[in-house]
């Protein structure tokens, strides 16, 4: 596996005076620990108490950016494990399955973040506004710690902006109404700008790579539970099968067989843990047609059997693992 080694910069008065500043915001507005739907359209906050020992906890990311206030977190993305920290700024291009954990997280000092969902349609106007002004539009091959998910260390500009759209929380429904579609605009304004703008404009550009391997992505997450051919996924996009599956692996670290079993496995998983369902149930649910062939694969990924993880997980694992 590689490894995205940590580059936690340490931050300078003012930067730590703003992290500090956005932790308390959060933590106004998280009483309990997990993820937190919060009256600001598209910001979702988390927060834990404690880092988890042995569970790693697995989603789904949606096209989003995404800011740690506090304490840290792994995310493991295919064979890449990326590591976060205070002010560090993630954006997810894509739909992609991850695992996840805590790493730094006490009762004193919690893990708390926050998440904004990415409309593409608002990043394309900004890009379309900016034009020239922008620079640096040139397409550029996919990095390896830079395809679907990307880490940089937020900028001062960026971390005002958010703070800002967090602190709208203690308004009136009616200044969220008006200013929050303003200050949304703003932090993309400022995140593509910034170091993170290359990664930003993955969600504008339509003939690049990422988005066509996002349209791949849509139709398996849609349709996972159905057989899979190649093929047909190729010719959507008008690619050949060996361009689809370099590409589908630059961006999303795995094949596209790897990325529908990682589906199916995430959906299994969540059957049982929200839902209750039987391990062999959820088998067949998600497109198994084995439960022992399902129990094998599942036991590869989350290190465990199906009911010995789910077992576990019901009595130790908060939601902001899978946050």
């Known amino acids: 596996m590689s490894v995205v080694q940590p580059v936690f910069e340490t931050l300078d008065d003012e930067l730590g005076r703003l992290a500090d500043t956005l932790a308390l915001q959060i933590r106004q507005w998280t009483h309990q620990e997990g993820l937190t739907t919060t009256a600001v359209p598209g910001l979702e906050l988390v927060r834990a108490d404690s880092s988890i020992n042995n569970c790693i906890g697995s989603t789904v990311y949606d096209p989003s950016l995404c800011l740690i206030a506090q304490g840290s977190k792994t995310v493991w993305l295919g064979d890449r494990q990326i590591d976060y920290g205070p002010l560090s700024c993630m954006v997810s291009a894509v739909h992609l399955p991850v695992l996840g954990k805590v790493t730094e997280a006490s ?19 900004l890009v379309l506004a900016l034009g020239e002004g922008l620079g640096g539009t040139e397409q550029q091959e996919c990095p390896e710690n830079a395809c679907g998910l990307s880490r940089v260390q937020a900028e001062k500009g960026l971390v005002e902006a958010i703070l800002r759209l967090v602190t709208l929380l203690d308004s009136p429904q009616q200044d969220i109404r008006m200013l929050a579609p303003l200050v949304r605009r703003e932090i993309f304004y400022r995140a593509l700008i910034g170091e993170i703008g290359l990664h930003m404009r993955k969600f504008a550009m339509a003939d690049t790579q990422t988005h066509r391997i ?70 067949f649910r998600v497109g198994y047609g084995s439960p022992s062939h399902f129990s094998r694969e599942y036991s590869r990924l989350f290190g465990v059997p199906p009911r010995a993880d789910v077992s576990k997980l019901r009595g130790e694992l908060p939601e902001a693992a899978r946050a």
């Open 107 to 125: 009762p004193d000092k919690p893990y708390l973040g926050l998440k904004i969902t990415v409309e593409p349609q608002e990043i394309t106007d």
């Open 214 to 283: 996002s349209k791949v992505i849509a139709v398996l997450k849609d349709r996972f539970t159905e057989p899979l051919r190649v093929r047909d996924l190729a010719d959507m996009v008008n690619m050949s099968e060996s361009s689809l599956f370099h590409s589908f692996k630059q961006v999303t670290r795995m094949s596209p067989v790897q990325f529908q079993k990682k589906l199916r496995l995430h959906e299994a998983r969540r059957l049982m843990l929200a839902e209750g369902m039987e391990a062999a149930t959820a088998s």
